[in-house]
């Protein structure tokens, strides 16, 4: 017997209305407060979760000084949270071995957000993004891709892995793609997505974040996907900054035809000493570290200060600029 005309036309109908909803669906937005006299800080860190190793502990530590001299805000995860091979439920201790019992500091004890790395999508991503570990810390809020609005500022978390044809054409590990196949389609409604929302944007300061690195001279590189379909997005929407992880490094690279600044912070724990590969453009390069550390930002409505720490808290590199000077670069 065949499939009823009318069935037919019911089911394409319906795939066709969650086709569109995906495309045209906006990202989910979170409100952030910030400080009484219209200023706002946070921290930056990836590619820390080791239960403490790899001098996890003692980036944690300095996270914590540096947090309660900024007053920060909130802290932002570039990805790669939970060490080799993501989580593997809601239950799985290493949540807390690596992250609760971790970042202990009072200055830290605000709003974690969260993105995935390619090592969080060797485990159980689904469970990673749970509100049930909301429930064991109520700091945890981790999802594909999201917006955060903090009045002067607005941040637009993006799940870049999907985007890497490596992870699908050459896999050296199984990684959990439900909710992201077909992976295109996927793909082209998130840079959809976050492209409406940038356009829509009247922040001050517009900052995406992602896992993979679009310029980097560290172990990755540059990720070609990712310069080839969002960094023009980037370039058209005005975007200030780039932060991701990835890299195992600290760095600060300029684009060369705008005013984006490329701010890579994934030196949680593990570090890659001596492993730097060449850029074109290397003169854009403004700092590269192959060390431990972490990453702060201040904004006001017109100024930013980005400023790179090791891992005994020393000030490594500072950048500073005017709202009305990095636009005229």
Known sequence: MGFPRNKLWLCLAIISLINIC??????????QPIKGDGTLSFLVIGDWGRKGDFNQSQ???QMGKIGEELKIDFVVSTGDNFYDNGLEGETDPAFVDSFTNIYTANSLQKQWYSVLGNHDYRGDTVAQMSPALRKIDSRWLCLRSFLVNAEIAELFFLDTTPFVDDYFTNPEHAYDWRHVTPTNTYTTNALANLESALKESRAKWKIVVGHHAIRSVGHHGDTPELVHHLLPILQANN???YMNGHDHCLEHISDDISPIQFLTSGAGSKAWRGDIKNMNGEALIKFFYDGQGFMSVHLTPSDVEIVFYDVFGRVLHKWTRSKLLLSDI
């Not at 995906?22 to 409100?31: A, K």
């Open 239 to 241: 975007v200030d900054f």
């Open 59 to 61: 980036v944690a530590f």
């Open 22 to 31: 995906q495309i045209n669906c906006e990202l989910q937005r979170f409100e």
